[in-house]
């Protein structure tokens, strides 16, 4: 069972892999984030639903994303999920973002753009909750 802090703004990294999750993690080195790796779909929508997330960071392989966007749009979650890719490529962008992703991001990850992402995808979840 996943427990969390009254504070903690709760990701889930999905099908990222590990060391593009760590290069995320790290650009994101705030205190209170917490970030939490799925696999599966299904893991994804269970532990989202669970912890209330936040955002969904997720593998920008389009099979991938547009799989848990239309899970979380027949489940009726409402979390904004952010496309992350390793090189940022314009029609990849502007894909993810057609099929209803919130936001896209590349690597190499500055702090100071993660800042910013975390904080545009928490005003997403904030609007698709009132």
Known sequence: MLTQAV????????NLDESLAAQLRKAAS??????YPTASTAECLAVAEQLHADAVFCSSEPRGYR?????IRRRGLSVPVVVVSRIP????????IE????????????????????QSALLAS?????
């Open 67 to 71: 799989t848990l966007l239309d899970a």
């Open 7 to 14: 504070s903690t703004t709760n990701f889930i990294l999905h």
């Open 89 to 96: 490529e314009v029609s990849e962008w502007l894909n993810a």
């Open 99 to 118: 099929a209803g992703a919130t936001d896209y991001c590349a690597a190499p990850f500055e702090h100071r753009d993660m800042s910013w992402l975390i």
């Open 126 to 130: 904030q609007h698709v909750h009132v």
């Open 30 to 35: 705030d205190p209170g984030l917490a970030f």
